[in-house]
């Protein structure tokens, strides 16, 4: 039983500084300028803006090879923010208010299609059964809305509530910075 314990414990050590070699040994630098994008991005992975999540974007823009006003879900704050690390000027981006998708639930045959589509699990329901959506959990992606054959999903404008609202912060002189 001694033996076991000795031999099993020496071979997760043996294997354990492998690892730790093998890490030190083939370790990659990433570039901080992705970093810093993709710490500014919203990370809803949503592929609105054409790539398959955030740090493929990121990557994108880091290399000049992307616009950087392609993230609705993060909108102007996200797109000036990208702006400002890559030392570049904000670009025009389609203002809108934020939305959330509506599921007409007499229309939903319960397909699971926008089930599967959505990026961020934000619709729940049963095969067979009519969806509806988490509200809170929804990034106005739209992702849900083409592969519905009902066409029962709509994008309707965020409630403002007692709960959601934010007062603008103040600009001029007397603003506390």
Not at 9 to 28: I, N, Q, S
Not at 75 to 80: L, R, Y
Not at 91 to 109: F, L, T
């Amino acid at each position: 039983m001694i033996n076991a314990i000795l031999s099993m414990g020496g071979l997760a050590l043996v294997a354990g500084l492998g690892l730790g070699f093998a890490a030190k040994k083939f370790h990659v630098e990433g570039d901080p300028t992705v970093d810093k994008l993709e710490e500014v991005m919203p990370a809803t992975n949503c592929g609105n803006c054409g790539y398959p999540g955030c740090r493929p974007y990121a990557e994108a823009v880091a290399n000049e090879d992307e616009a950087i006003n392609l993230c609705p879900p993060g909108g102007t704050a996200t797109m000036e923010a990208i702006a400002a690390i890559m030392g570049v000027d904000p670009a025009p981006m389609e203002e809108r208010a934020p939305s959330v998708a509506y599921i007409d639930e007499e229309k939903c045959i319960g397909c699971t299609a926008c089930i599967k589509a959505c990026p961020v699990d934000a619709i729940i329901g049963a095969n067979k059964q009519s969806h509806t959506v988490i509200i809170d959990e929804c990034t106005d992606c739209d992702k849900c809305i083409e592969p519905c054959p009902t066409d029962c999903i709509t994008m309707v404008p965020k409630e403002v509530t007692l709960y959601t609202w934010s007062m603008e912060k103040p600009d001029g002189p007397h603003a506390l910075h």
